[in-house]
């Protein structure tokens, strides 16, 4: 059923959207799509059904945490942060802070705010707090990017980017970001690099998570070919399928919270950032899904960007933070250097309880005091 629906919307964005007579890669919202509610939304009603078939009253409860969900007012959002640089769409946002700069990498997958959700867990603040001004890179529009691979949006934007500031920054590149960081620091100087739940040996994860990619994109690339780009619900089946049941219990969970407590308001800021991605060009969703998980290029050494391979070795401090319940970035997939396993998973590692754990051992490697070594 699940794919069914992956392949059927991926169609029906083929069909109903022009890019010629829109201008934009994907319409405003599909005809499938409420405004506020999980995308794909009729996945996610298909879970909630599955899950009421051997519990009513999580059924219920879960779909009532979808109203309040869809109803609940939206605090405003803050004005975004001043550019310090900007390379054809992209630009990095200044967060502030004193002392050498730290680059805050994001995935390509969702909006960069998940590092900057709110005052209370933002990455971003944090970093501030570290002495450290911190950068952090906003993607821009997919139009914007729609001929790049990933190697091409490190090529294009983030070298340029980095080079854009008057010293060498260390990198903190979180899911997907952390790859690119790894493969930006075998080009350019920078001070030292950090992952955070990234992965970079792909075939590391388990056979049946690269089987249903596999499955994914096979049902999946004709449509993203044709509009040039795989839409956000596709992806956000894939991770949907990695855990049905979390995705339907936290809806159930939502429903039992005050509206205006600090946990409801958050869980919305959450919800609103996983729904709200750009797709993901068609260069970089082919690059990812065939050259990574594919043929793990980068775990092999053999992945090419900017002309020359992209290597786990580098020659300036490297630390991976990985989560230890990650199921989207499994912690075995971290590459070489120091490693620290946090209890946590994927995105509870940046704006969970867990963030404390992660924050302090950042905090540690980023130091200024500490240099790199010779």
Same mark, same amino acid.
């Not at 939304?41 to 059924?59: I, K, M, S, T, W």
């Not at 080079?163 to 075998?186: E, F, H, K, Q, W």
């Not at 100087?189 to 056979?207: C, D, G, I, K, M």
């Not at 924050?359 to 540690?364: D, I, K, N, S, Y």
């Given at each position: ?25 994907? =319409?405003? &919202? ?58 054809? +769409? ?8 004193? +002392? ?11 909006? =960069? ?19 450290? *001004? ?18 091409? &949006? ?5 070298? !340029? ?6 010293? !060498? ?34 075939? /590391? ?22 509009? +040039?780009?795989? =839409?956000?619900?596709?992806? *956000? ?41 750009? !797709?993901? =060009? ?63 998973? &994927?995105?509870?590692?940046?704006? +969970?309880?867990? /963030?404390?754990?992660? &924050? ?10 500490? /240099?790199?070594?010779?």
């Amino acid at each position: 059923m699940a794919y069914f629906l992956i392949v059927t919307l991926s169609e029906d964005f083929a069909m109903n959207s022009s890019p010629k007579a829109s201008g934009r890669l994907l =319409p405003e &919202h599909s005809a499938l799509q409420h405004e506020r509610a999980p995308r794909p939304l009729p996945l996610f009603l298909d879970l909630v059904r599955q899950a009421a078939e051997r519990d009513p009253e999580l059924g219920r409860d879960a779909l009532l945490g979808l109203r309040a969900y869809e109803s609940a007012e939206r605090r405003p959002c803050s004005s975004p942060r001043p550019e310090a640089a900007r390379i054809a +769409g992209a630009c990095l946002r200044d967060h502030g802070g004193a +002392g050498p700069p730290a680059i805050l990498i994001p995935s390509l997958i969702n909006p =960069p705010r998940i590092l900057d959700l709110d005052p209370q867990v933002s990455l971003a603040e944090a970093v501030t707090r570290m002495g450290r *001004q911190a950068l952090l890179v906003d993607w821009g529009s997919a139009d914007a990017r729609k001929h790049l691979g990933i190697a091409g &949006h490190v090529e294009e934007l983030l070298l !340029p980017l980095l080079r854009s500031i008057d010293a !060498p920054a260390a990198l903190v590149g979180y899911c997907l970001g952390g790859t690119m960081a790894i493969a930006a620091a075998n080009i350019a100087p920078v001070e030292r690099v950090a992952t955070l739940a990234a992965p970079w040996h792909f075939s /590391r994860y388990p056979e049946s998570s690269l089987a249903a990619l596999r499955k994914m994109w096979q049902t999946s690339e004709p449509a993203a070919r044709a509009l +040039g780009a795989l =839409p956000m619900e596709v992806l *956000q089946a894939s991770f949907w399928s990695l855990d049905p049941a979390r995705t339907v219990r936290k809806f159930a969970e939502f429903a039992r919270l005050e509206p205006d407590c600090p946990d409801a308001q958050r869980f919305i800021a959450l919800e609103d950032w996983a729904n709200e991605g750009e !797709p993901l =060009p068609y260069p970089a969703a082919k690059e990812l899904l065939e050259v990574m998980f594919g043929e793990d290029l980068p775990g092999k050494g053999r992945w090419t960007v900017g002309g020359q391979g992209a290597i786990e070795a580098l020659d300036v401090p490297l630390i991976n933070l990985t989560a230890e319940r990650d199921l989207i970035a499994p912690a075995s997939t971290a590459p070489a250097g120091e490693t620290i396993g946090i209890k946590s998973g &994927h995105v509870g590692m940046i704006v +969970g309880s867990a /963030r404390t754990i992660m &924050h302090e051992a950042l905090q540690a490697f980023l130091d200024p005091a500490c /240099r790199p070594t010779s």
